[in-house]
């Protein structure tokens, strides 16, 4: 099993600040097949990126994601009041396992 | 409009299996490519896949669970039910199921999710 290790753990920024989230994976994630989602309390997880760097249908493109092998970023270019949230990276090149999150606040 | 929505008990008790059932609409089960997963995520922690159907009805499951958990699907009534036996109070959690998107084994639409609580 693909073990995915998200940092840091919680990021505190303010609004119009850029947010860099990491996620490193145990062994290489096969053709990049690595994914992020936005998950709100209360809510079910959005797809933001697949293929490490492929927007998913109606994400701004202030979203992008980046990296290959087992270290992959999920930058958010400048927060907006919405994109504070919980973040979670998943890898689908072999039986599928999820980050254990990076929450991003409002600092 | 692609919608999913998950039903089943609420409450049941260790050892007891659970069944829950994913209702959606807006894609058929028999189109090529198509699939639905479950995943489930226990209150305050991090998000857990556990199964996936495709379109040709193979099915995959997490390794850790694969023998507790059952995935089948009913084109005509577009549904998905997972079973998953000898239930434990770790296994409380929201049980979400959701859209494959197409070509990627991530998932692009999610239902609400359903909140399982195992006590006696």
């Known amino acids: 099993e693909i073990v995915l290790t998200q940092s840091p753990g919680t990021l505190s920024l303010s609004p119009g600040e850029r947010a860099t989230l990491s996620c490193r994976a145990s062994?290489?994630?096969?053709?990049?097949?690595l994914a992020w989602y936005q998950q709100k309390p209360g809510q079910a997880p959005r797809l933001l990126i697949y293929?490490?760097?492929s927007r998913a249908t109606g994400i701004p493109d202030r979203f992008s994601g980046s990296g290959s092998g087992t270290d992959f970023t999920l930058t958010i270019s400048r927060l907006e009041p919405e994109d504070f949230a919980v973040y979670y990276c998943?890898?689908?090149?072999?039986?599928?396992?999820f980050g254990q999150g990076t929450k991003v606040e409002i600092k | 409009q692609i919608t999913l929505k998950e039903s089943g008990p609420t409450l049941v008790k260790p050892t007891q299996t659970l069944t829950l059932t994913c209702t959606f609409s807006g894609f058929s089960l028999s189109t090529s490519g198509v699939g639905v997963g479950w995943i489930r995520q226990p209150p305050g922690k991090a998000l857990e896949w556990l199964a996936l159907?495709?379109?040709?009805?193979?099915?995959r499951y997490s390794p850790s669970l694969k023998s507790r958990l059952t995935i089948t699907k009913d084109t005509s009534k577009n549904q998905v039910v997972l079973t998953m036996t000898n239930m434990d109070p770790v296994d409380t959690a929201t049980y979400y199921c959701a859209h494959r998107l197409r070509g990627y084994t991530v998932f692009d639409l999610w239902g609400r999710g359903t909140l399982v609580t195992v006590s006696s």
């Open positions: 159907i495709y379109w040709d009805d193979d099915k």
């Open positions: 998943q890898q689908y090149g072999s039986s599928p396992t």
């Open positions: 062994q290489s994630v096969s053709s990049s097949y």
């Open positions: 293929g490490a760097s």
